[in-house]
């Protein structure tokens, strides 16, 4: 049987999002060879939104998590992940959702992101109200240009953050998701670059205030290029379960395929063409066709796609039948798991529990 194969997959209604757990296992243990100290180690738990997967990370000794959601920070705080980074600013009631979060999980560290002067007061002042002081990180934009401040004026940011009661500035991070090179060199040059101007500002708000800045910077493709920079904390998020997008753009990287999509074929409609259910509300549809591969059936080429179906053709007479089952890997795999409320877990060939995908919701109990 191939790696992928379910031994009792005719007890499972498709589509479905299913989760090999001792790959999850092995893509959790190659992180940690990479890294010199465990504590270079910040994953970003917005592509597994389980759990039980981030429970598998923190038995592994990993105890620093990133997340963009107040659900994924409450679904962390609810395994009692010591150290939690709001990988995004809070805005309006989100600000109250955190103190919420802050006081009734008061065993873990939460911190957020700053990235403008008036975001940081509004903050500080509401944490300041209800008798709390949170960590922050003022947020530099180093070429992405969706968040962030421009790291000529963090130094000034910082200086604004110091005479606000409520919140404590402790760090500086950076997203280089910008950085999508195949090859490593050129990823590292970019990479150099964006960090550059990130150390710099660290040196300068160390100068200036007399605090030990923390550093954490990059996702999955970049990661390789921060491994090797002292003190720095690195926080991939898709490592964990690996997509064709990853594994076919950044082959350098050694993580593989943990999770993958099941479907049916519903319909045959010709000797070369196919309809399966697995539509937008599937798999993730922000890509162009194709946005999945199918590892039993590469010859077949998904050419249309609606909500819950999606049309795929073979170039020679296909032979497959009504009720087989095909194995995909999406294209991207984060908002692929956000579309499903449960994951089948596969452990030794077979399906054997269900994991909810908690981290999707808006809210748990905050």
Known sequence: MSWFAISNIETIDTPALV???????????????????????????????MAEVCSMMLEAGI?????????EAEMLALINAPDILLAYQPVG????????????????????LVDNEISARYIADQFAANGLKISVFI?????????????????????????LDGIELIGLHL?????????LQVRQQKSDQGFGAALTIAQQIEAAFAIKVKIVAGGSPSLPTHLLREG???????????DWG?????????????ALVITRVISVINEHTLCLDLGHKA????????????????DLVPVSQSEEHMVVKSAEKHGYKVGDVLYGVPVHICPTVALYDIAWVVEHGAVSKDWKVIGRNRYITI
């Not at 530099?140 to 005479?163: E, F, S, W």
């Not at 753009?249 to 943990?258: L, N, Q, R, T």
């Not at 993730?284 to 590469?298: C, D, G, H, K, S």
């Open 19 to 49: 989760i090999y757990a001792e790959r999850v296992k092995e893509n959790i243990r190659l992180l940690k060879s990479m890294v010199k100290d465990i504590g270079q180690v910040r994953p970003h738990v917005k592509t597994n939104k």
């Open 139 to 163: 947020d530099l934009d180093v070429g992405m240009h969706r968040t962030g401040i421009a790291p000529q004026q963090a130094l000034q940011l910082a200086k604004d953050i110091q005479i």
């Open 246 to 258: 990853y594994k076919h753009g950044f082959p350098d990287e050694p993580f593989d395929y943990a």
């Open 283 to 298: 798999v993730a549809a922000e890509n162009p066709l194709p946005r999945v591969y199918f590892l039993n059936a590469p």
């Open 232 to 242: 720095v904390e690195c926080s991939p998020g898709t490592f964990v379960f690996w």
């Open 93 to 112: 009631p989100k600000v109250l959702r955190l103190i919420h979060l802050v006081k009734n999980y008061p065993g873990t560290n939460f911190s957020c």
């Open 175 to 183: 997203y280089d998701g910008q950085i999508t090179d195949a090859d």
């Open 63 to 71: 105890r620093k998590f990133k997340c963009a959601t107040i659900a």
